[in-house]
């Protein structure tokens, strides 16, 4: 058993490593950890919760590839992801601006929780204002205990 979480372990470990494939690393190091620092702030439009830097979708490679090529004519950091989000919308990015287009996405799980609260208050509001049930009148508590008692009768026979 702790062979097998051990593999899994170091598998983990290296799946990051191996997104990146050697073809795709620039020769320049500096060149190369300004594309690894962009790369993990843009989202793989294929697996959608994960960098480009760590998926090893086709899509996410070829952004990989596209970025280093911004990043060796020279594009500064901010030309090199503005090209990518001219192409692919502020949705490849992993964090996107806080602006008009993506108020749903910053304010929707807020705007849900906070209409999921709102439910909740009121039906607790209206549950409480419900009124008590009536108790059982004689006749009613007399056909229950003959009801009870047949239920009985039959489990004992079944």
């Known amino acids: 058993m702790r062979l097998v979480l051990t593999i899994l372990f170091l598998c983990a470990l290296g799946t990051r490593a191996l997104a990146v494939e050697p073809g795709e690393r620039l020769a320049d190091p500096a060149l190369e950890a300004r594309?690894?620092?962009?790369?993990?702030?843009?989202?793989?439009?294929?697996?959608?919760?994960?960098?480009?830097?760590?998926?090893?979708?086709?899509l996410a490679h070829d952004l990989r590839?596209?970025?280093?090529?911004?990043?060796?004519d020279g594009d500064t950091d901010a030309q090199a992801v503005k090209f990518l989000t001219d192409r692919y919308g502020d949705f490849v990015l992993l964090k996107p601006p806080v602006e008009p287009a993506?108020?749903?996405l910053w304010f929707g799980p807020i705007g849900v929780l906070l209409l999921a609260a709102g439910g909740a208050l009121i039906y607790l509001r209206r549950r409480k204002q419900l009124p008590e049930a009536a108790p059982l009148s004689d006749s009613e508590k007399k056909r229950l205990q003959r009801l009870l008692r047949e239920a009985e009768l039959k489990g004992d026979r079944g």
């Open 35 to 58: 594309a690894r620092a962009l790369s993990e702030q843009l989202r793989c439009l294929v697996c959608q919760n994960e960098s480009i830097d760590e998926s090893n979708a086709p």
């Open 65 to 72: 590839v596209l970025l280093r090529e911004r990043i060796k």
């Open 102 to 104: 993506t108020y749903v």
